[in-house]
């Protein structure tokens, strides 16, 4: 049983550069929500999605781009990166978002 | 708006005192209502969950959380703390609707011998 299945664990880009993080659940569940957590500034919402084909912004959403084609995988795209965009990366999935979530082991992204 | 507080950023306790992690919240109705714990370089876990009903839940890792509404509160509490529980706790906050939990910004605790 998998879980939250976030890849990779590491990157190192360099600014200017595009990438896709990638995320994948296996627990059959429709929200799945994508956060970055910076010192002292928590969570962040980035994009969530409540099912296949459906995508909504959260509170920081510039500069990232998601799709939910199925309801197991919710990538992540940075469309540019730069330096402000370093930062831990989390995936968590629910069946509904008011239920609780699973959260992946994150992604530690640093832009140089 | 909907919100959640977390008063204190870092709190250090003594190994074996108790512990109280404060969350407010701002919600019409009544909430739903998480405590989760981040471990060095670890994703979030689940501690407890409030929804309905009894307003003392038990968790995992021998937390519990009170509902207060009069308070708009769900302080999170341990009788003894063990060196173990130095981490990061945050509380969530969501309501009926499916719209998107929303996190406090997170409590630090130390514990010393």
């Known amino acids: 049983n998998a879980g939250v299945t976030q890849t990779p664990k590491f990157q190192v880009l360099k600014t200017g550069q595009s990438m896709t993080l990638q995320c994948a659940q296996d627990?059959?569940?429709?929200?799945m929500s994508w956060y970055r957590q910076d010192p002292g500034m928590g969570l962040r919402l980035i994009h969530y999605s409540v099912g296949a084909g459906i995508t909504d912004q959260g509170e920081v959403p510039n500069g990232y781009n998601v799709s939910r084609s199925t309801t197991e995988d919710f990538p992540l795209r940075l469309l540019s990166a730069a330096p402000s965009q370093t930062s831990v990366y989390f995936c968590?999935?629910?069946?509904?978002?008011?239920?609780?979530?699973?959260f992946g082991d994150g992604t530690r992204l640093s832009i140089l | 708006a909907q919100s959640v507080t977390q008063p204190d950023i870092h709190i250090t306790v003594s190994e074996g005192a108790s512990l109280e992690l404060r969350c407010n919240y701002s919600y019409g109705a009544t909430p739903y209502l998480f405590w989760y714990v981040q471990s060095p370089g670890q994703g979030l876990q689940l501690l407890l969950k409030?929804?309905?009903?009894?307003?003392l839940v038990q968790g995992i890792k021998g937390f519990e959380a009170e509902f207060k509404r009069s308070q708009s509160s769900f302080n999170l509490r341990k009788p003894s703390v063990h060196w173990s529980d130095a981490a990061e706790y945050f509380c969530?906050?969501?309501?009926?609707?499916?719209?998107?939990?929303?996190f406090g910004k997170g409590t630090r605790l130390s514990v010393i011998a």
């Open positions: 968590a999935s629910s069946y509904r978002s008011n239920q609780p979530q699973h």
């Open positions: 627990m059959n569940h429709e929200y």
């Open positions: 409030y929804f309905s009903g009894d307003t």
């Open positions: 969530a906050g969501g309501n009926s609707g499916n719209t998107p939990l929303v």
